[in-house]
């Protein structure tokens, strides 16, 4: 029998392996986090129609046979007033930075003249650009399609790409764009991560989420959640939150007139963990004022705004 070792190996032509990083940038509320979780498949980043909904960088990552896509979706851009918005912006620089696509977002409803300042350093990318317009549903073809022209003559070598994140519509025809634009190149996380964030993490933002649903005017964006207890049991997680706010006005106002409010928000923040989590959830809430929380250094370095060196 012929040594099989001595044959030339046969050319067997596998794809190859594409992956990097796709970090999704924009200005608040155009739908980045909408985005995410439905290109994900995952409720990875919290959902509501407040502007500076999403804090923190939160990383979505999709593995497949021959690729693995490690989104991001960012804060939206905003002009700082407090340590903890200048935190927010550091990760949306960031995100810029270590692209190996930026997906920017934008919306039919927003108004071109709001992206200025991003604009003239969109242009300037070296990595390939794909400049998203969400939210095609709110609007007719005829002003969608004025607004790609506009877009593309302010962008020449963006991809521009219409979706409606809420309706899923077009974000089949984008994941393969995206794949097209990745490098070649080896995974960077395990198959079987999908996001880089912890089970606290994700408890603390869904009561947040909660906070931005139930009140109005300066709580949610007064409002922290910090867990100093998850303990995982067999048959059930033990979660412990506490609510910052600012003022003891702001305390009254999120407890409520016999804690009922409080009582309405533990309840609607349970029911998501239960299904984020599939484990039962027994969740206690506290409020406590920290005024100076958004300007106060350690303080963002505990909430996880500033790293921790
Ligand atoms: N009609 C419509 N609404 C959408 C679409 N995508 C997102 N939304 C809504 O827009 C609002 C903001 O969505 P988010 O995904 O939180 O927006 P964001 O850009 O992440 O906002 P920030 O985190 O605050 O910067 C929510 O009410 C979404 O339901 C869409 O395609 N069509
Ligand atoms: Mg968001």
Not at 80 to 103: G, I, N, R, S
Not at 236 to 242: A, H, L
Not at 257 to 263: E, I, M, R, S, V
Request: include cysteine.
């Amino acid at each position: 029998m012929r040594d099989l070792r001595l044959l030339p190996k046969k050319s067997v032509s596998l794809p190859p392996m594409k992956s990097g990083f796709v970090n999704i940038i924009g200005n608040p509320n155009v739908g980045k986090s909408t985005l995410m979780n439905a290109l994900v498949g995952e409720r990875l980043s919290i959902i509501t129609a407040k502007a500076q909904t999403t804090r923190h960088r939160i990383m979505g990552i999709v593995t497949g046979e021959d690729y693995q896509i490690v989104y991001s979706d960012t804060p939206g851009i905003l002009t700082p007033h407090y340590k903890m918005q200048e935190a927010m912006m550091q990760f949306v620089h960031t995100a810029l930075v270590d692209a190996d696509v930026a997906l920017y977002v934008t919306d039919v409803v927003e108004q071109h003249d709001k992206h200025a300042e991003y604009i003239s350093r969109l242009q300037k990318l070296k990595i390939p650009l794909v400049l998203v317009v969400n939210k095609i549903d709110l609007t007719t073809p005829e002003i969608l399609e004025q607004q790609v022209e506009q877009w593309h003559a302010e962008l020449p070598q963006a991809h521009i790409f219409p979706t409606s994140a809420l309706h899923k519509f077009n974000l089949d025809a984008l994941f393969k764009l995206l794949i097209d634009l990745l490098p070649e190149g080896p995974a960077y996380y395990d198959k079987n991560q999908f996001t880089d964030k912890n089970l606290r993490f994700f408890a603390s933002e869904i009561i947040r989420e909660k906070i931005l649903l139930h009140y109005d005017k300066e709580i949610p964006y007064s409002a922290e959640v910090c867990i100093d207890a998850f303990e995982e049991k067999t048959d059930m997680y033990r979660i412990s939150g506490i609510i910052y706010v600012a003022r003891e006005s702001q305390k009254a106002i999120v407890i409520g007139h016999q804690g009922k409010k409080l009582t309405q928000i533990g309840t609607a923040a349970r029911l998501d963990m239960e299904q984020f989590f599939e484990k039962k959830v027994f969740l206690q809430l506290f409020v406590k004022v920290n005024p100076d929380w958004r300007d106060d250094t350690k303080q963002l370095k505990k909430f996880g705004y500033l790293p921790n060196e």
